[in-house]
């Protein structure tokens, strides 16, 4: 419908921005650096093109871009976004602009490729979101970690080696095995597409064995319980920006990837699964928001606060499973799903700034050790309310949009079973101890020591990144309409597909699922 | 026998390749020790015209010459045309490394070509004795040019340990193919074809034979279980002539192992399968479990390479089009990558100095980003990471192992690849995360060298992005 390739447009500009910054090399930063926030906020300004072109009155693909790559195995250069990318997307470009702005003068080794690697990873990420050819989104999945690891190696904290080797390590162990997936399943499909794949019918082995594949890989992105320890490493270990990209963006892909791959893809296997991934992610919002409570560490502490909070989304996702097997509750599901994403949006800010407000302490003292401050809101007024506000989004206080996807969330849980939705209703005391427990040690109290006293409050350009934050949570919060809206159809098409019966017609009888009749594959043009 | 002028123009690029190498060996005695760059020049010409040579006379159909020894097809055009790249690549990276030594002499370029022509003459082989032939040619000048450095004690070790284990490499290879002969009557890779069909599988000899093929084929490999000379040779040979006999070799390696295991023995394609596939998976694990624990980089490579021969290998025995073209293009794509690293290792070398420890690595994003960004390319390609074209001959391969039902061997080589990923970003971490050591002089590179190795570098990237043009050449060839 659309011939202006919008999409390539928004991946490819920051790349040769990204480009470009390096090549003005390290003679002058402010040239780089401003030449990094003109392609970042152009970069932002598309983004905004697909939000106003997007019809979200359908479920198909909208700004589809498609044309051969590798002809001879039918891979394609195929692009296309739905309800559920197309926030993500923007939500991408939207958070590089602050991570660029972050780094405007803490960066001083080598700013240009500082910069140019965040507008790669830019580029890269907004890929990953659109790709609807598997191979096309293993090249970006994969490409990603290249400006990441180079990101904490080069900028990142004392035991950076260390930290990034282990994120490259984790991240690859987890989706060589999703490779292995890809190209069985184009055996099974004849194409690559994945929209071709969420069509296939499979037996219910090669299910479990894909969806174990790719539960490797997400698993390992998200992360969930218990290959997530390379999350808090990662964090601490990384320069603000890359921590913001880290919690922001990255580990929504592995989210992204459960609602693209593994729940249309192989649904039956989801179904049959459920069980343990609901019991990973209530494990994750329960043992980890314990964990986050006994940190020393604020980026730690934060980190682990992500990984709680990310076990919402796959268990918001995951419920529906248990949903749709009582037909009568339908509309739980959908709940479920969108308040995954909306937490995952939600978490995107609160995260993003959470690494901020660190970072801008971390700036002044050299010091991310919660026992080294102490009231600070003595000294930085408006950072502490900064601070104090943004702690109560991540304790999910209403009016913030922490509260919303949580909200949504535990209520389609509820719908499922009662007991999984008590102990994921925890976290909401969970997450209140730790955040606001956190904010009276390093914020309120008198001032500890000669550094605290020394603090000069924020200045203009955090004060700009805090803000601008800080009104996308409240906005949110309190009319989280706009974007439920833009998601909605596609959620719904996209419980249909998951609840879709994808056995092979010999073992129909083992369905579980509620529409057991095979899709009629809508032949194409 | 008769002659006709029409074998000639086949054979135009070797033809080249030979006038260049006695016009080197002749012009060397006139020159003085200060003219001796035209050696290199001469070299680079000759190179370059056998290219041009292979682009005029290759692309038609498949053709036989000099009564069934020669053959020219797809498979010996592309592969030629590699091999001469890469070995222009390698002369250009060596000249600076000669020069600082005084060693530019005409005898390095002389052996250097005659090594190329070797392996002009293995790809376009249609007989086990032209095979053998091209393959000893190569050997002989490769065991010289590890003793090049004459003052070296690690290099005469390292040629005399070359020397000994390929003249057994070797052997065991004319061993099975006297097998072949007896069992066939014919070295003509189509005669004995046609006689493997015809008697198929229920002599013995012949698969005897097949078995001592396997066994040279690993040797000039650097297979496991024979890969014992692979790292000592590495790590002892002066670095330009590891790299001329640790990239283009390679692709003529893969010329051996597919002219004699896929045009002459197809028919027996479910014997030798097996075989390979044991040097396969033993490749891959123990290369790249080995290279870990490697300080010196130039023994990691040769462990790396090891691991490498192992991803080839499955290309080839999975036994069909997509697996060979897979194959065919990982051997390409790795050469250019091996000759990459080397190159690197000789820039980082100065007089008095060579590069051998990751630690020389370090910093050198400080020292030089540009060949940083270059190694970093092609480590990252090593490892298999997209958007490289690395990443894309494994998937070639991969994709070509599934396609045959082998699902535990592929997840067996993703699962070493995750654990060769390691040894390549301990490299990139001596480049980006490290400063480098004080009064690191600068370093002194020439334009050419600059140049060799930005296409070295982008070329890996390009191919990532664009694999379809080389995809195709290597397919073609195998239909």
Redesign the interface.
Known sequence: MNEFPLLTLVIWLPIVGGIVVLASGEKSPSISKWTALFFAAITFLLSIGLWIGFDSNTAQMQFVERSA?????NVEYYLGVDGISMPLIVLTTFITIFVIVAGWEVITY?PA?YMAAFLIMNGIMVGVFSALDG?LF???W??M??PM??II??WGGPN??YA??KF??YT??GS??M??AL??M??QSGSFSILDFQEMQLGITAQTLIFLAFLLAFAVKVPMFPVHTWLPDAHVEAPTGGSVILAAIMLKIGGYGFLRFSMPITPDASASLTWLIVALSLIAILYIGFVALVQQDMKKLIAYSSIAHMGFVTLGFFIVFTIAQNPALSSGSIMGIEGGMVQMISHGFISGALFLCVGVLYDRVHSREIADYGGVINTMPWYGAFVVFFAMANAGLPGTSGFVGEFMVILATFRADFWWAVLAAMTLILAAAFTLWMVKRVIFGEVKNDKVAALKDIDQRETFNLAVLAVAVLALGIWPAPLVNVMHTTVENLVVQVTTCKLPSSERSDCVLTHSEPIVAIPND | MQFDVANLIAILPEIAVLITACLVLVVDLYLQDKNKDVNHTLTLVGLIIAIALTGAVGGGERQIFFDGNLIQDGISDLLKGAILVVSVLGFIYARPWLKDRDMLVGEFYVLGLFAVLGMLVMVSANSFLTVYLGLELQALSLYALVAFDRESKKGAEAAMKYFVLGALGSGMLLYGISMLYGATGSVEFGAVAQAVSEEGMANEVLVFGIVFLVIGIGFKFGAVPFHMWVPDIYEGAPTPAVLILGSAPKIAAFALATRMLVDGLQELHADWQGMLLILAVLSMGLGNLVAIAQSNIKRMLAYSTISHVGFIFLGLLAGSTQGYASAMFYAIVYALMAAGAFGILLILSRKGFDAETLEDLKGLNDRDAWYAAMMTIIMFSMAGVPPTVGFMAKLLVLEAVIRIDLLWLALVAVFFSVIGAFYYLRVIKFIYFDRAVLNAPALVTTGGVRVAMTFNGLILLMLGLFPTALLSLCQSAFI
């Open positions: 790559w590798i002809p001879t195995f080598k490729q191979i293993y090249v970006f994969e490409a970690l290249i690891f180079i190696g080069v950076r080696v990034t080797i490259f390590l690859f162990l060589v095995f490779l292995v190209i069985y184009y055996f």
